[in-house]
Structures are given as structure tokens and as C-alpha cells.
């Protein structure tokens, strides 16, 4: 007899870097009880997809799940996918990664559960036209994407009863449409609107399928879910009804329908969920889509026009955002490097595996993207990208026995400019000298620390939405849940801010008297200088460690423009965790011009508010020491900022004792829990009154930074000595 199908698909997984209780809660809310209640369903089938990440954590902390997902194997209740083991944008990372780490999760999966394996997760449905033949050469037979995909290729949704072949060179792979009425449907629809909107379509098309693939946080992870689904019993509500209704619907694994006669061949565009291509537009475009979507609902028969409107694609968030683009271009370098080596010395094939591991952990997608929760926002989760390409290079490093500074000017992050790269046996910077000559990356390669891992505030779609509830008041008094905006705590409307510049390190500024420590943490800044985000002249010399950046600028003061000549010089040393800093300033009109002269670096030890990471003035705590205070001091010749959870510190000396600022970098997001503020690190400026002349004025500084013992000891040390 012929029934109706239902393919169910379930994907779990977890961000390299995120904290080892969100995995158990993720596991003890969602994972282990879906589990466990599927096996007391023998009627249901459906195929199961893990991150190689969550793979590792469940070995290491809770190995008879994986006994339990044995079983299921065995039985033929689960059929496995595989996917990037570290979870990442394919289409993000090169192909030779692309085949690895296909390559890495389907070897784990063969060697634990003797599965056959031939279906694949597309992270975050990320799809890209060229996929097909690269997938079909990594052993890929078919995979899942969104309805969505195809109607933007101009198909009916009434075609989308089965299985479709796609192409690239000749390379076929089967692509199984996702119903999105069935996502939104399961679990949040009641389970006889599921089962009635499934017999609607067996009776139009028996011998078709419905395919339902969706993140399996949503049985338990997401807010309510785990009461929903298993207290209040719904999906067992929901296997039951499945099984009721065997006589006519088979419920079946995704492979089971892709093996099925395909309705046609088909090519589809660059896509990915509606919803990603809504969050990767520039905000002012983001804003824009969202009233033309609204205007759109209006419309008679909407939804057959949405189709045909598209918004951005994943790639948009390399644009978007300026540190995503610098973590992925640091990513395609490290993967660049890593496979030059591989190439010239196939002899030590074995020992870098641990190297390509780092890589491939690097490439999680996570922290790459920003949508409505997360994501690049979250520091923690950056910080472990940041980490795996730092290992990964120290390896490198190691392995090709490099004793020596070296400094390169490459195009960095793919904008025609050239940056300076440079490595040290301490450090791996870039210096960007279009963009104010700043250090817009120092890393720390024997700590697998990024110092400068920081976010700029920047204005995002969703915080007009923050605006709007917190300055208006419905005239009845009441709201509907829909209409209301949660946040976590009140007044975050106030802290939201624009930068204009990436929070780094080395940017000059030129400050008007009046500027205050408060005007420039809410970017209210008259610069009277165009050297923060002016183009510096670059060279160096690599024998030496020295880096060298130069701008011929303006100062004003008094009405009148001033011609000032700043240049600025960085030595590396190979084996010292410190940095030797010079700059020079003098007028190049004759001139003389009393000013205002502040260096801005930012740095970042994550926690904004906690006990054991602070800053130090002069060596010393002050009273208001936590990263996230805001203040001043007169008269200091030293400032830092020290991790005790990790043993790190970093601390400027300056040969000129001078003013200091410091303040917060903060923030607004939205999560699960509603609008929230996210320390990203701490900007300190080094403030001095100036007088510039024809005569070159230098001043010296050194950066500290690494370990905590050897960053105190060396202050001690160079104060005893008199060096400061």
C-alpha cells in the first residue's frame, strides 16, 4: 500500500568556545530526552546530524549517549549526516578545508557507529551555486535545504513533493526541500495542526513527502521548550499521533526520501533561511527590507509575491562588520600557510594533524555572524576562534623552526591595501595603515590569547526596536506580548553608540580641550586632528623587528590649520613579550601648536565586572578597578590591565607621565532573554598636553604583555632601573 511520507531531520550543535555547562544543559534539556522518548517509538524513524564538536563533548562527558544512538543505528531508527565536523560556512572556508573537515566528521561517525553515510547538514543552509561537485567528490549524496531556496528559484510550492538533482560540472548531488510551515508548525503548532496539514498534502500527493529538518534545541534548549515538549508532553503527543496514523503515513529517515524518484532537476541561487538574509544587510538596508516586508503583508495574495523578494546572503556579514572580516582573513591565512607547508614537506604529514585541527575549529561559523541573538557578540566565542588560529600558527611555527622576526606587507583582508604582518616568537600583529596606522590585531602565540579581540558599538536594525518601547507608552496602558520589548535591565537605551572607527589599538587623536573621558566613551568627539582614521606611509625591516608609520596631517588650533608630521615606530623582538614604542612629532610649516595628544588602545579580558580581572595605575589597584569603570588619573606613567583567571596582563609604560583615561566598551545586543549590554573589552587613552614645533619631540613607550608574573616583573624591574 502506498502511504504519504514524512522525512524528519535533527540537528544538534554547540559553538567551539561556549561554556561546558550550555553543553549540559543543551544535553540533560534537549538531546538525552529527545532521545530516550524516540526509542519508545518504533514507528519513527528520522536522521540525526551532530557538530563533530558536540560529538567530542557527549564521548568525553556522557558516552552511553553515544552507546544509545548505537543502538538506534543498529536498529535502523537513525540514519547519521555528516557536515564540517567544527560546524562551519562551507561555502566560507577553502575547499581543501571543505573536503577535510567533511572528511573528519564522516571518518568519526564510520569509526563509531559502523554507519553508512551519505547525507549531509548545510550549516545555517548556507548555499551557494558551485556546492554540487565539491560535495559529490567529499562522498556527499544528498542533503536538506529550505523551501525558501526554491522559490526563489521561481518554483510552486505545490512542486515541492519530492527529492531534486542539482549540478555543478557534471557533479550531481539530491537536494530535499524543508517545509517551513512544518518548522514553524514543530513544536510550537498543536499536534493536530501538524497531523491535518500532513494528511492535506497526502491527499493531493500520496506517493509524495513532506521533509521536516530543523535544530534540535528546539526540543528543550529554546525558552519553555523543555516544559512544552516533555512535561507538558508534547512530542510524545506527537510520536503517538504519528504512529496512529501509520496506516498512511510512514515516517522515514532523510534518506529515504532522497532516494525516491526525483520530481526534476533544478538550479538554485546563493540563499540561505529568509531570516539570514534579512540579519546580513547593512542596517540601513536591514531597516528598509523590514518596511518594505511589512508593506508587503499588506498586499492581497502576499505570499505569492514574498517569493520573488530576497534580502542579502551570508557573505554580506564579512562587509557588515569589520572584525568578522579580519578573524576570517586570518583564518584564510592560517589555512594558507598550513597547506604551503603541508605541501613542502609531505614528510610531516602526521605531525600536523594537531595544526589542521586548530584550523578547522577556527572555521566554526558562529562567531563569524550576527544575527538576532549572538553570535559575533558574544566575546567568548570569538576568543576561541581567536585561540585555535593562535595555536595553529605557534605550531606552525615551531615546526618550521623560526628563530626570526618576520615581517610581510600583504593584502590582509582583501581590500586592495596592503597591512603589515608581523610574528615574533610572543606575537602575531597586523597593522592596517590606511585606517589611522593603527595595530588592529596583536595576538599572543604562546598564550593563545588575542589582546585585541574587541567589538566596535555600532547601530544594528533591531535597536529601533529598543527605542521605540522604552519611549513609547501604548495610551490604554496595555500591549500585547508581541508588541513589547524586553530587556534585561533598564536604561539601555542610553548607552547606545556609534563608533566610527574599530576599537583598537595605536590610534592618535587630537582632542579639543573640552573633551572629557565621558564625551569620548559616547563618541562625542571634536577631533581637531585627521590622523585616527587618516592613511599612514608604512615600511620596515624585518632584521631589525622595526615597523614604521608615517602621516603628513592637520592639526587645527585657533582657527588655523597646522601641517604636523607624526611617526610612529614598533620594534619586535624575537624572544621578549614586549614591544618597544617611539613616536615622533614635529610641525613641517614652521609652525608651533599647543594641543591635546591622546594614543587609544582597547584590549579585552572579557569580563567587564569581575574580581579577578582589573586594571593597575603606576603598579597599583585603585579603588575603582573593575574593567568596565570609567575614570581618570593625573600624572601616570603606567596602565594596565591583568586577567588573574588566566595569568595574563598587559601594561603600557610611558617615559612621559601624562593623564589617563579608561572606559567600558559596551554593547546592546538581543538574546533569547531580550536586549542585553556585552562588555567587549576596555579603552584606555594616554593623554598628554603638547607642544608641537619644527623640532622633532619624541616619546617612549613599552608594551608588556603575556604572562602576568613576567609583565610585573618587568615593570618592577625597568622602574628600579630607572628606565621610566
Known amino acids: ?22 553543553f549540559e544543559e543543551a544535553h540533560q534539556q534537549a538531546y538525552k530526552p529527545f532521545l530516550e522518548l524516540l526509542a519508545q517509538y518504533p514507528k519513527v524513524s528520522l536522521s540525526l546530524h551532530q ?78 551555486p558551485h556546492l554540487p561537485k565539491v560535495l559529490a567528490e567529499s562522498g556527499v549524496g544528498y542533503l536538506p535545504v529550505d523551501d525558501t531556496h526554491f522559490l526563489f528559484a521561481g518554483m510552486e510550492r505545490s512542486q515541492l513533493t519530492g527529492p531534486f538533482v542539482t549540478e555543478f560540472e557534471g557533479e550531481t548531488v539530491t537536494l530535499l526541500p524543508i517545509q517551513k510551515k512544518l518548522r514553524y508548525l514543530i513544536p510550537f503548532g498543536k499536534v493536530e495542526e501538524v497531523i491535518s496539514e500532513l494528511k492535506r498534502q497526502a491527499e493531493i500527493s500520496l506517493s509524495g513527502v513532506a521533509v521536516y529538518a530543523d535544530d534540535g534545541e528546539k526540543f528543550g534548549v529554546w525558552p519553555n521548550t523543555h516544559k512544552h515538549c516533555y512535561d507538558d508532553r508534547w512530542l510524545a503527543e ?15 529517515p532523510l534518506k529515504v526520501a532522497a532516494d525516491m524518484t526525483p520530481v526534476g532537476r533544478v538550479y538554485l541561487p546563493s540563499a540561505s533561511y529568509e531570516e539570514m538574509g534579512h540579519w546580513a544587510l547593512p542596517t540601513p538596508g536591514f531597516l528598509k527590507y523590514e518596511a518594505f516586508e511589512h508593506w508587503l503583508k499588506t498586499m492581497q495574495k502576499a505570499e505569492e509575491h514574498e517569493r520573488f523578494v530576497r534580502a542579502g546572503h551570508w557573505r554580506g556579514f564579512l562587509t557588515k562588520y569589520e572584525e568578522s572580516n579580519l578573524m576570517h582573513k586570518k583564518m584564510l591565512a592560517v589555512s594558507e600557510r598550513l597547506a604551503t607547508f603541508d605541501k613542502a614537506h609531505p614528510e610531516m604529514n602526521a605531525q600536523l594533524e594537531p595544526v589542521r585541527d586548530r584550523l578547522y575549529a577556527a572555521q566554526c561559523n558562529c562567531a563569524y555572524w550576527h544575527g538576532v541573538f549572538g553570535g559575533l557578540y558574544l566575546p567568548h566565542l570569538r576568543q576561541a576562534i581567536y585561540a585555535a588560529l593562535l595555536e595553529a600558527e605557534s605550531k606552525l611555527r615551531e615546526l618550521a623552526h623560526t628563530r626570526v622576526v618576520t615581517i610581510a606587507a600583504k593584502d590582509h583582508d582583501a581590500d ?20 589611522g596606522g593603527m595595530l588592529v590585531d596583536l595576538g599572543l602565540l604562546r598564550h593563545a590569547f588575542d589582546l585585541t579581540d574587541t567589538l566596535a558599538r555600532r547601530k544594528e536594525g533591531y535597536h529601533r526596536k529598543l527605542a521605540v518601547a522604552q519611549s513609547e507608552t501604548p495610551h490604554d496602558g496595555t500591549a500585547s506580548i508581541h508588541d513589547l520589548v524586553i530587556a534585561k535591565e533598564p536604561g539601555l537605551e542610553k548607552i547606545l553608540v556609534e563608533d566610527q572607527y574599530l576599537k583598537r589599538c595605536f590610534i592618535d587623536h587630537f582632542l579639543a ?43 587645527g588650533s585657533h582657527g ?39 594614543i587609544e588602545n582597547s584590549f579585552s579580558f ?59 566598551i559596551h554593547t546592546v545586543s538581543l538574546s533569547e532573554a531580550g536586549f542585553e549590554k556585552v562588555y567587549q573589552g576596555t579603552t584606555i587613552l594616554n593623554c598628554f598636553h603638547i607642544s608641537i614645533s619644527p623640532e622633532p619631540m619624541q616619546m617612549k613607550f613599552t608594551l608588556h604583555a603575556g604572562s602576568k608574573e613576567s609583565v610585573l616583573r618587568e615593570i618592577a624591574s625597568s622602574a628600579l632601573a630607572g628606565n621610566f
Open 51 to 128: 557538530s563533530g564538536i558536540l560529538w567530542d563533548w557527549q564521548e568525553k562527558h556522557h558516552p552511553e549517549y553515544l552507546e544509545q544512538v548505537k543502538r538506534l543505528v543498529a536498529d535502523g531508527r537513525i540514519e547519521l549526516m555528516t557536515g564540517g565536523f567544527y560546524e562551519p560556512i562551507l561555502t566560507s572556508i577553502p575547499q581543501r578545508d571543505l573536503r577535510g573537515q567533511i572528511e573528519k566528521l564522516t571518518g568519526f561517525l564510520r569509526n563509531r557507529f559502523s554507519a553508512d553515510i551519505s547525507g549531509l547538514w548545510l550549516t545555517e543552509r548556507v548555499w551557494e
Open 416 to 435: 586592495r591595501r596592503d597591512e603589515i604582518l608581523v610574528e615574533s616568537a610572543a606575537f602575531s600583529a597586523v597593522f592596517k595603515p590606511d585606517r
Open 560 to 598: 588655523r590649520q597646522h601641517a604636523v608630521r607624526l611617526t610612529k615606530n614598533f620594534y619586535f623582538l624575537e624572544e621578549a613579550d614586549r614591544l618597544e614604542i617611539t613616536y615622533e612629532l614635529r610641525t613641517t610649516d614652521g609652525s608651533t601648536v599647543s594641543t591635546h595628544f591622546a
Open 238 to 252: 506527537f510520536f503517538e499521533a504519528l504512529e496512529r496514523n501509520a496506516d498512511w503515513l510512514e515516517v522515514v
Open 606 to 664: 572579557q569580563a567587564g565586572h569581575a574580581h579577578d580581572r582589573y586594571l593597575l595605575i603606576d603598579s597599583q589597584r585603585p579603588s575603582e578597578s573593575f574593567l568596565d569603570s570609567v575614570g581618570s588619573h593625573q600624572q601616570v606613567s603606567s596602565v594596565g590591565m591583568v586577567d588573574d583567571w588566566r595569568g595574563l596582563a598587559v601594561v603600557l609604560q610611558s617615559q612621559r607621565a601624562g593623564e589617563i583615561w579608561h572606559h567600558p
Open 513 to 555: 580641550e573640552k573633551t572629557s573621558v565621558e564625551l569620548f566613551q559616547s563618541a562625542q568627539v571634536e577631533e581637531l586632528g585627521d590622523f585616527a582614521t587618516g592613511a599612514y606611509a608604512a615600511e620596515f625591516d624585518a632584521d631589525s623587528g622595526r615597523v614604521t608609520l608615517t602621516r603628513d596631517g592637520k592639526v
Open 1 to 22: 500500500m502506498t502511504r504519504f511520507r514524512l522525512a524528519i531531520g535533527l540537528h544538534n550543535h554547540q559553538p567551539v568556545g561556549n561554556f561546558d555547562h550550555v
